[in-house]
């Protein structure tokens, strides 16, 4: 994604969408990401004007197959390696790894 979706995006798309791992958004933001999904080319056009990041994530989980794993990578809901939802987590919230992916890798590449 170009816009950079922080956390918070990500989880209310993955909401409006349907997804595990997404959190409800204020009424505004909702009506918002109705409006979106109702919108022509225009009409989108000008709302990502106003809103670049939400239109923008919505575009993502709408219309990219990976799209939805890319949300929920941002909203720290996968590993950001292998892909993993299950979790527990570790490293940064930018950047989870699920706990096998975390675990040092031994110098002679043995596990």
């Not at 958004?25 to 009409?43: E, N, S």
């Not at 990976?66 to 987590?89: M, S």
């Amino acid at each position: 994604m170009s816009t950079e979706s922080t956390t918070e995006t990500a989880r209310h798309v993955l909401w409006h969408y349907g997804h595990r791992g997404g959190y409800q958004p204020g009424r505004f933001t909702q009506l918002l990401m109705q409006t979106i999904d109702a919108a022509d080319v225009t009409h989108t056009a000008r709302l990502a004007g106003a809103y670049p990041e939400l239109v923008e994530a919505m575009n993502l989980a709408a219309n990219r197959e990976d799209g939805i794993a890319q949300l929920k990578k941002t909203a720290g809901l996968a590993c950001i390696r292998c892909g993993d939802e299950d979790g527990p987590f570790a490293g940064a919230t930018r950047q989870p790894l699920c706990e096998p992916c975390a675990r040092p890798v031994p110098l002679d590449g043995v596990a």
